[in-house]
């Protein structure tokens, strides 16, 4: 089993920035992705940004040029520093991890991001 701890959430004004932090344990052989979604109220979960285990990056355009997802491969750990935050980015934030050998997905509890006008 895996678990997927998220940390770094929280209440900023719209500009501010935040840095959420997700680190993977259990039994792990390799993760193969991890990276961020997101959902706000009334709204489908939707992609954020994930990083491969070489570091190619996948990102929703809403959020390129503000939020920056980084990894570290040897503490099984995936971060996504966000700035120039926006009301619209107010959401609930999920940790996403992709486990191989056998590729099973694993989900964080999620982490509440509110960015006040």
């Known amino acids: 089993q895996v678990q997927l701890v998220e940390s770094g959430g929280g209440l900023v004004q719209a500009g501010g920035s935040l840095r959420l932090s997700c680190a993977a344990s259990?039994?792990?052989?390799?993760?193969?992705?991890m990276g961020w979604y997101r959902q706000a109220p009334g709204y489908q979960r939707e992609l954020v940004a994930v990083?491969?285990?070489?570091?190619?990056?996948n990102s929703a355009d809403s959020v390129k040029g503000r939020f920056t997802i980084s990894r570290d491969n040897a503490e099984n750990t995936v971060y996504l520093q966000m700035n120039s935050l926006k009301p619209e980015d107010t959401a609930v934030y999920y940790c996403?991890?992709?486990?191989?050998?056998?590729?099973?997905?694993?989900w964080g509890q999620g982490t509440q991001v509110t960015v006040s006008s």
């Open positions: 996403n991890a992709v486990i191989q050998p056998d590729h099973v997905e694993y």
């Open positions: 259990g039994s792990i052989f390799s993760i193969a992705y």
């Open positions: 990083i491969t285990s070489g570091g190619r990056i």
